[in-house]
């Protein structure tokens, strides 16, 4: 009989290995309902509106950035709150997993690593097909790999951090006020759909938008994929989402804590 402890890096990844096991298994499931909306935003204001005269066809170059931020990120944010909100609910599952043999915290952080996992996978999902529907997008590059790959994993962090906390923060029966009054401001004040610096006209709408997370993931995958397009500093957008990430991952793993001792 090996009596040997079992390392807090095996559990882990066992319950990484489970949550991505489930993740694939309802993977159709999970596009159709974090990919619908940031896809129908390419078919209306990236295929039907340039070909009708009504915008110009160049706002594709400046779009694409933010239909993919938006899919990283609510996707991510999805991953983790809702299953929260289930597993500290009425079934109690999240009591399985604080019962391994490993410290609460990194039950949670755990949780943070398939959000990231899964905001990567939509995002990765959408570029293709919104590149298929919108057709060539000027100044589109991938020559920045290096950073588009710190942005979209810094990006995933933060919002799967973020979803964390409101998954442990918010009660179940107003999970739903989530999407209409946190989630819906945030998607139109993100610059998901226009850029910062073109705020530049309204210099209060620019500096309120900085409470918005979202504008730095948009501006960090402006500057990765359409550097062209005027965006923030690299300095600002990276100083940021280290800053978002760290505060949402203290506030979520507070709020965790006491929900799992509770």
């Known amino acids: 009989m090996n009596d040997r402890p079992v390392s807090p890096a095996t559990v882990f990844f066992a319950i990484l290995r ?5 993740a694939r298994r309802e993977i159709a499931f999970f596009l159709i309902r974090t990919t619908m ?7 209306v204001f990236g295929y039907l509106m340039p070909r009708m005269g009504l915008i110009p066809s160049g706002y594709t170059t400046t779009m694409l950035p933010g239909i993919l931020a938006l899919s990283l990120t609510f996707s991510a944010i999805q991953a983790v709150s809702l299953p929260m909100v289930q597993d500290f609910g009425y079934t109690k599952e999240i009591e399985d ?4 043999p490993v410290p609460t915290a990194l039950v949670a952080l755990e949780k943070i690593v398939a959000g990231v996992l899964q905001g990567l996978i939509a995002a990765l999902f959408v570029l293709p097909i919104a590149r298929l529907i919108m057709g060539p997008i000027a100044g589109l590059t991938f020559g920045n790999a ?6 979209t994993i810094l990006s995933g962090a933060a919002f799967s951090a973020f979803g964390l906390y409101l998954g442990t923060a918010i009660p179940a029966q107003h999970i739903g006020m989530m999407f209409s009054v946190i989630l819906a401001p945030m998607i139109m004040f993100g610059c998901a759909y226009y850029p910062w610096r073109g705020l530049d006209r309204v210099p209060v709408m620019k500096w309120a938008v900085l409470i918005n997370p979202l504008v730095y993931v948009c ?6 994929l359409t550097p062209s397009v005027p965006h923030m500093p690299l300095a600002a957008f990276l100083s940021a989402l280290v800053l978002i990430t760290a505060l949402f991952t203290y506030l979520g793993l507070r709020s ?6 509770g």
């Open 18 to 22: 489970r949550d991505v096991t489930v």
């Open 37 to 43: 909306q940031p896809l129908l935003f390419v078919i």
């Open 97 to 100: 997993r604080l019962l391994a």
């Open 146 to 151: 290096g950073l588009l790959l710190v942005v």
């Open 219 to 224: 501006e960090g995958l402006r500057a990765s």
């Open 256 to 261: 965790f804590h006491k929900r799992a001792i």
